[in-house]
């Protein structure tokens, strides 16, 4: 176990900045991941972690050590990569100990080593396959158990699911997760897929451009984002984010006002902000009992409806356009309503907002500013009629 801590790491190559400024604190025993879209520097920031790039400022820390210049074997750390290379040659057992033999160890430790990382993966009995006699799921198991028996102070896994089937990643994931309350290590993950980063992880590090912003919680990134960037990244369907400013008495939009004194949360009129609502906390007006704190309705037309299953989304115009709806995402809020709603499509909608769960960010800068505008504060509708009429 040891705590990793980054310093001002930053990475360029040539004129791209891969990482920038980047300052990480990671405790010890903490599962911490990576994530962020395809570019944004997440491999390169493991791949300083590990050794196997040197950062062009900055320093890496693991224990208590300055490891910034130090080979990737003696940082303490095992790595465990998407593309799993087993030896194609070798039965379980000697891919699982490999290494250790390399190092010399006697036959009695390896042993125990092995036996006791292949109860950890579960992959008992299996010890004298050949990797083409086994799944993917299997292999990447044997993967995970060598990193295991060099006792690493630190794992770092950069993608370990990606090859494999939907299935597979989420049998994987909660594989992942007891692993890491049996071994107690820290646990550097990269991934993409923000299901995995949610579910398994202590603290999310959401990383865009090659700059950190925001490392917390899983449900702390959902439902506090740092920024606008946080609020359209975490969370699946995304956020949705009408751009708007402020007035005397709160947010205006193109077609959404919520009313609210701007002084109780340090805005100014004219100000430009977003006001963000994630799609679970718009409700159907006959629902408005469901929400903590329902704003006033306000009248939609729905458009696409996709039922899931266990919900329905539902694609709401803001105004009916002569020959159909249209695609620009600012006339559009997307809804998420029980399976069992009364909901059609192309008929007029009345919905009502959870103000509990309002957040406004500053346009501009990106930045939250607040993340429930709850209490006295009135929400109206700019209706395509009624100018700026409606509310409670
Ligand atoms: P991610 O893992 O988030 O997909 P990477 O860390 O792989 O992102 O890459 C971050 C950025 O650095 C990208 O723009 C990528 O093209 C660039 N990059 C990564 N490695 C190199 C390299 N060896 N040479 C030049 N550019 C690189």
Do not use: W
């Amino acid at each position: 176990m040891a705590r990793v801590q980054l310093d001002g790491i930053t990475k360029r190559y040539s004129d791209i900045v891969a990482v920038d400024d980047m300052n990480l604190d990671i405790r010890d025993g903490e599962f911490v991941t990576f994530v962020g879209p395809s570019g944004c520097g997440k491999s390169t920031t493991m791949e300083m972690i590990a050794g196997l790039t040197t950062p062009s400022e900055g320093t890496v820390t693991i224990g208590d050590t300055d490891v910034t210049r130090f080979p990737p074997k003696d940082r303490g750390v095992a790595m465990v990569f998407q593309n799993i290379a087993l030896f194609p040659h070798m039965d379980v057992y000697d891919n699982i100990s490999f290494g250790l033999r390399l190092r010399d160890y006697d036959d009695e430790e390896i042993r125990e080593r092995v036996e006791r990382a292949t109860e950890i993966v579960q992959l008992e009995g299996m010890l004298d396959r050949q990797p083409d006699e086994m799944s993917g799921g299997q292999r990447q198991r044997v993967a995970i158990a060598r990193a295991i028996v060099r006792n690493p102070a630190v794992f770092l896994m950069d993608e370990p699911l990606a090859n494999l089937d939907a299935k597979l990643r989420v049998h994987m994931r909660t594989e992942l997760q007891r692993l890491h309350k049996e071994l107690d290590t820290t646990i550097i993950y990269v991934t993409h897929d923000q299901a995995e980063a949610m579910t398994m992880s202590d603290r999310i590090a959401v990383i865009n451009d090659g700059q950190l912003q925001q490392i917390d919680p899983p449900l702390v990134c959902y439902n506090e984002p740092a920024n606008l960037f946080v609020a359209g990244f975490i969370g699946s369907p995304s956020m949705n984010l009408v751009a708007g400013e402020v007035t005397e008495s709160g947010f205006r939009g193109e077609h959404l006002s919520v009313s609210f004194d701007p002084a109780s949360v340090g805005v100014s009129p004219g100000d430009q902000v977003t006001l963000g609502v994630r799609p679970e906390d718009v409700y159907p007006a006959a629902n408005a009992a469901d929400a903590t704190d329902p704003s006033g309705q306000f009248e939609t037309f729905t458009d696409v409806l996709e039922p899931m299953g266990n919900e329905i989304f539902a694609y709401l115009q803001f105004e009916a356009t002569s020959g159909g709806m249209d695609d620009d995402p600012r006339n559009q809020l997307l809804m998420s309503v029980d399976p069992d709603a009364a909901i059609a499509e192309d008929e007029r909608q009345s919905v009502v907002l959870d103000r509990e769960k309002l957040h406004l960010f500053e346009t501009s800068s990106g930045d939250a500013i607040v993340h429930s505008l709850s209490g006295q504060y009135q929400a109206t509708t700019t209706g395509p009629e009624s100018g700026a009429a409606g509310g409670d």
